[in-house]
């Protein structure tokens, strides 16, 4: 079949009045979108009620998939891109990355964490502020785990909020920077910020 008849067929099923759109979704269970930062590539993800449920650095397409994998079991299946949903969650964080802010003011859910995970990430929310590190020994004894630096580590690792919930402001015993979601340049970079906007 050729490009004419196609296009002839496609006239004559289409009423001329409609043009084409794509279809708009007014809301979502869980709103979603894949925001280029100055730290990195980062999904954002707030729930039904405006919780914020995600910031995950997400390398590639694969580390999308399993991050839209786990809000679907962990909140709901009912996930789709809607970037307008998330417009103030995404200039705060532009706000924040350009140091314009120092804090966020968004309402969040640990939906996508353990409960080791809770008791971790809500005790470094309280305690480590904006320009201040901490050490892994010290946010387990923090929260009356002293021998569980690995295991704090490893939630850190997992933190669904990343920035929001500063596991940037965590390094080693003796400062050094070691692993973070976005990589180590993206964690310099935000103690770095942290660290010209506190002097």
Same mark, same amino acid.
């Given at each position: 079949?050729?490009?004419?008849?196609?296009?002839?067929?496609? @006239?004559?099923?289409r009423p001329a009045s +409609?043009?084409?759109?794509?279809?708009?979704?007014?809301?979502?269970?869980?709103?979603?979108?894949?925001?280029?930062?100055?730290?990195?590539?980062?999904?954002?993800?707030?729930?039904?009620?405006?919780?914020?449920?995600?910031?995950?650095?997400v390398a590639d397409d @694969?580390?999308?998939? $399993?991050?839209?994998?786990? +809000?679907?079991?962990?909140?709901?299946?009912?996930?789709?891109?809607?970037?307008?949903?998330?417009?103030?969650?995404?200039?705060?964080?532009?706000?924040?990355?350009?140091?314009?802010?120092?804090?966020?003011?968004?309402?969040?859910?640990?939906?996508?964490?353990?409960?080791?995970?809770?008791?971790? +990430?809500?005790?470094?929310?309280?305690? =480590?502020g904006y320009g201040e590190?901490?050490?892994?020994?010290?946010?387990?004894?923090?929260?009356?785990?002293?021998?569980?630096?690995?295991?704090?580590?490893?939630? +850190?690792? $997992?933190?669904?909020?990343?920035?929001?919930?500063?596991?940037?402001?965590? =390094?080693?015993?003796?400062?050094?920077?070691?692993?973070?979601?976005?990589?180590?340049?993206?964690?310099?970079?935000?103690?770095?910020?942290?660290?010209?906007?506190?002097?």
């Amino acid at each position: 079949m050729n490009d004419t008849i196609v296009e002839q067929r496609l @006239q004559t099923t289409r009423p001329a009045s +409609l043009p084409l759109r794509p279809p708009t979704f007014p809301s979502a269970d869980v709103a979603y979108v894949v925001d280029d930062t100055a730290v990195g590539r980062i999904l954002f993800a707030r729930n039904a009620g405006g919780a914020l449920v995600a910031s995950r650095y997400v390398a590639d397409d @694969q580390a999308v998939d $399993a991050v839209l994998n786990r +809000l679907a079991h962990a909140v709901s299946p009912r996930v789709l891109r809607l970037p307008s949903a998330l417009d103030s969650t995404r200039r705060q964080f532009d706000e924040f990355l350009a140091g314009r802010r120092q804090d966020f003011d968004l309402e969040t859910d640990f939906a996508l964490a353990t409960a080791f995970q809770r008791d971790v +990430l809500a005790t470094l929310a309280r305690t =480590v502020g904006y320009g201040e590190r901490e050490t892994y020994g010290g946010l387990a004894r923090a929260i009356d785990r002293p021998t569980a630096s690995r295991a704090v580590g490893a939630a +850190l690792g $997992a933190n669904p909020l990343c920035i929001v919930v500063p596991c940037h402001r965590v =390094v080693g015993a003796h400062g050094s920077l070691t692993g973070y979601a976005g990589g180590v340049a993206a964690k310099e970079y935000l103690l770095g910020l942290e660290w010209d906007k506190t002097r």
